[in-house]
């Protein structure tokens, strides 16, 4: 061999550069699951009836204050490549059941802690992820199979699946009003079996508190007539929706006028008050009583519009227009000259100038709107997300027809059939379908903790009542006992369940499945500041959770 060679020999080849950092093996797994366990950590307290909430201040100085896992998650300012993979569980599930982020996060947290305790006793992540698998598979199977289904129009079901929804959230305090408001819009805007929450629209207000919020047939703009002299109601009226400015319309290019005299000037001006005046009587022309024009109304425009008596509201958000297509039949319409009589909706038009509201209802709508009220922004935004998500997981009971028993008592359940099915599970597998069960597990144990209950005690007397044939046996947070929690009502949507379980499953595998992690630049989330890394910071740099030890 030559000289060369045999230099070139002992000597690592350098194929990164020098900025790039790498972390192989146990060190990445680790510091993967310190990353997914500190996400998961930061929503738990938030889980179930006695959760605590979050305030979130971004950088600009808005603050949220919120219950609700997926709005904690993506408010808070993550930069970790790992954290963020958590983040889009939380978000998955939001998108398919409306409601259970919290569940799907600490589910998956705890998948991963288990999973690093069989990392320690030298199980391979192969072993750990293929049993992680074969559990989520039976899990989602005994989930259905524990099930009961319902009738769809039982109202009084509907309205407890709302009401544990909300309970924990800020809509708990009025959750036997917002329950029916909910259960009747979800039944509004049901056709033949088909929930379409396209034709359900929430407007917010401030001012008043929850107990006066109200369900609307038809659509609300929160808006005000473009002139004083226009009629503020119009019934059985014709309705052009407008997507052009009625305004001079403007040259593309600048241009200059050079003005002599004042006769020059007057006929300037005739020559613009004559352009908005076709463009009037082009409305009037198509028999139109009421304009919403999501663009400007010209002041010129508004008074030609109110000798005409027509009602017209200028700068109405787009999706308010969409909406009112819906509700009342109508196109948009976009060249005022091709506007036909055909074009038109039709509904009756009414002003509440309590609330400066309109409400516009449709002659054949089924699209109704859900007015929220509370005394304050913060309450009002809170009350929102709690009804979206309890109004998802309404609509999501109708279409899918199965409930199960909330207070942990299906995870409990479930973690017990997991565990018989264990004993039938070969190899090492059979190791990871057992901690599976008991991740489930954690539901109720957080439960009792954010109850300040005891976890282990009430876990002990959840898995007794289990062992003796009591499927529906869960924790009631308030009086600390073990109860059937159907029949107290506590009830929640099967659908909300798998998913989580799904949804949890493969972030859990995605994280195990990662066994080197190569950065192009420094992989620390706190750059710069390695105390604040804690005890990821050995990591090559990792930095471990800096970035995340200040959002919590």
Request: some cysteine.
């Amino acid at each position: 061999m030559s000289q060369r060679g045999q230099r070139m020999q002992g000597q690592p080849m350098i194929v990164m550069s020098e900025e790039s950092q790498r972390v192989k093996d146990k060190d990445a797994q680790e510091h993967n699951i310190t990353a997914a366990r500190a996400v998961a950590d930061a929503v738990r307290s938030t889980l179930g009836p006695k959760g605590m909430d979050k305030m979130l201040v971004d950088s600009m100085g808005d603050v949220t204050i919120t219950n609700d896992g997926v709005t904690i998650l993506k408010e808070m300012d993550i930069d970790n490549p790992t954290a963020e993979m958590i983040i889009e569980v939380a978000e998955t599930q939001e998108d398919e059941a409306g409601d259970g982020t919290t569940t799907a996060v600490a589910v998956t947290g705890e998948l991963l802690k288990n999973a690093e305790d069989l990392l320690e006793q030298d199980i391979h992540p192969t072993a750990i992820i293929k049993g992680f698998h074969l559990a989520s598979e039976k899990a989602r199977e005994e989930i259905d199979n524990v099930s009961e289904n319902v009738d769809t129009e039982d109202e009084e079901l509907l309205r407890k699946v709302a009401e544990t929804s909300m309970t924990g959230k800020g809509a708990e305090l009025n959750k036997e009003r917002l329950s029916q408001i909910i259960v009747d819009a979800v039944q509004q805007v049901t056709v033949d079996g088909t929930v379409d929450l396209e034709y359900l629209k929430t407007e917010t207000q401030t001012g008043r508190s929850a107990g006066d919020s109200e369900l609307l047939k038809g659509a609300v703009i929160s808006k005000d007539p473009v002139h004083d002299n226009m009629p503020k109601s119009v019934a059985d009226a014709d309705v052009l929706l407008l997507n052009e400015a009625i305004e001079i319309e403007e040259t593309d290019v600048d241009t200059s006028v050079n003005i002599e005299n004042p006769d020059q000037l007057q006929n300037f001006l005739d020559q613009e008050e004559q352009q908005l005046r076709e463009k009037v009587d082009k409305i009037v022309e198509t028999g139109a009583d009421v304009v919403f024009c999501q663009k400007g109304i010209d002041d010129m425009a508004q008074h030609y519009l109110a000798k005409e008596g027509i009602l017209a509201v200028r700068r109405v958000k787009k999706s308010d227009v969409g909406f009112l297509k819906e509700v009342l039949g109508a196109n948009v319409v976009s060249d005022l000259d091709s506007a036909t009589a055909e074009d038109l909706g039709h509904g009756d038009v009414s002003r509440d100038d309590d609330d400066e509201l309109f409400y516009v209802e449709g002659e054949n709508s089924h699209g109704v709107t859900l007015l929220l009220r509370g005394s304050t922004d913060h309450v009002v935004d809170e009350l929102e997300r709690g009804v979206t998500d309890a109004l998802d997981v309404v609509a999501q009971t109708v279409s899918d027809g199965r409930v199960v028993s909330g207070g942990g008592a299906i995870e409990v359940e479930v973690a017990r059939r997991l565990r018989d099915y264990a004993d039938s599970v070969s190899g090492r597998e059979q190791l990871a379908v057992e901690a599976f069960a008991d991740s489930l597990e954690l539901v109720p144990r957080v439960l009792a903790e954010n109850a300040g209950l005891d976890s282990i005690d009430t876990l002990v007397d959840l898995r007794s009542a289990h062992e003796n044939g009591d499927e529906r046996a869960g924790l009631n947070v308030h009086s600390g006992d073990v109860v059937d929690t159907l029949d107290a009502g506590v009830v929640e949507p099967a659908h909300a369940k798998e998913q989580a379980v799904s949804s949890a499953t493969e972030a859990a595998n995605l994280v195990l499945k990662i066994d080197d992690i190569i950065s192009a630049g420094d992989l620390s989330t706190d750059k710069g500041d390695d105390e604040a890394g804690g005890p990821g910071g050995g990591m090559g740099g990792m930095g471990g959770m800096g970035g995340m030890g200040g959002a919590m």
